[in-house]
């Protein structure tokens, strides 16, 4: 399988608003995207997603990037 897996999101946004907790910032990200395996070699529960949050000021209001990786086992 030379096929990366593929992520989609609900929405390309989303706001939390400053002053935020890490916790509801977390739950904020963890949910709003479908990922799936194109040659279905790993079920889409079996999927690893993780982003990097690590830019995000919950102290400053401002715009931020928070970007997304899907892995599978192949």
């Keep these: 399988d030379n096929d990366p897996p593929s992520i989609s999101f609900d929405n390309g946004t989303i706001y939390v608003t400053e ?6 910032l977390k ?7 479908t990922v799936w395996d194109k040659n279905d070699v790993t079920p889409a529960d079996q999927l690893k997603v993780s982003y990097d949050d690590s830019n ?11 970007t997304y990786t899907v892995t599978d086992n192949a």
Excluded: M, P, R, S
């Design 27 to 33: 739950a904020a990200l963890d949910k709003g995207y």
């Design 19 to 24: 002053g935020t907790t890490e916790i509801a």
């Design 56 to 66: 995000v000021n919950l102290a400053k209001a401002d715009q931020y990037v928070v």
